[in-house]
């Protein structure tokens, strides 16, 4: 079965700190990644994805992932925390064995960084 | 460019009652599909569709239909309200459901059943 875990509900770091939001996955076949963020009262917006090719990815807004196959994580980084990146972020995958094309969401990590 | 346009974004509704919550996107996309989030759950798909006349089930089918008439609109009908519909509802679209194509989503519609 397809899933997304997202092991930190909250992560907290200071501005200017990096950070690190966690995400892992299970699919049958090769999985296609995303990352995307929601601020309050708003829809998903999307910031990076993962295709075939370079593990690190880059984004918008200075973020990037780092995608690890043996592993099966696809984390979400940035090398210096703005107080304006606290939101929440969800973690997504698609399965390529899935004729749905459904995005299978992770639960969720809510990022506070304070001043 | 409007994008994935959701209304109403705020609606309550008594146990029983029937709606429906309107989605449209003005990309030309030929998949779209909605979710609903509920705390600590992330987003679950409802229904989705690859193009228009075609659309299927997704992970919580239930209380909830659909139809795709033309390639911009998917509404989602709610056929008679239960308190456990209360969440938030997403619409999202994609140029192709395939690999790495990202989904745009609308801003939502936060949907209280009393």
């Known amino acids: 079965a397809q899933s997304v875990a997202q092991p930190e509900d909250q992560v907290n770091v200071a501005e200017g700190n990096p950070l690190t939001v966690k995400c892992t996955y299970s699919v049958s076949g090769n999985p296609y990644l995303f990352w995307y963020v929601q601020y309050p009262n708003r829809g998903l917006q999307f910031l990076l994805k993962?295709?075939?090719?370079?593990?690190l990815v880059k984004g918008s807004y200075g973020f990037e992932a780092e995608f690890n196959k043996s592993q099966t994580s696809f984390h979400l980084k940035k090398p210096s925390a703005l107080v304006s990146d606290s939101a929440l972020y969800f973690c997504?995958?698609?399965?390529?064995?899935?004729?749905?094309?459904?995005?299978?969401f992770g639960s969720g990590t809510r990022l506070l960084v304070r001043p | 460019n409007a994008g994935v346009t959701q209304t109403p974004k705020f609606q309550v509704l008594k146990t029983g009652q029937s709606m429906t919550l309107q989605c449209a996107q003005d990309?030309?996309?030929?998949?779209m599909s909605w979710y609903r989030q509920d705390p600590g759950m992330g987003l679950r798909l409802i229904h989705y569709?690859?193009?228009?006349?075609?659309?299927d089930q997704g992970e919580v089918p239930n209380g909830y239909n659909v139809s795709r008439s033309t390639t911009e609109d998917f509404p989602l009908r709610l056929l008679s309200a239960a308190p456990s519909q209360t969440s938030v509802y997403f619409c999202?679209?994609?140029?192709?459901?395939?690999?790495?194509?990202?989904?745009?989503f609308g801003q939502g519609t936060r949907l209280t059943v009393v």
């Open positions: 997504a995958v698609r399965d390529d064995q899935d004729s749905s094309y459904k995005l299978i």
């Open positions: 993962y295709i075939t090719g370079d593990n």
């Open positions: 569709s690859v193009g228009a006349g075609i659309t």
């Open positions: 999202a679209s994609s140029y192709r459901p395939r690999g790495a194509t990202e989904a745009f």
């Open positions: 990309m030309n996309h030929e998949y």
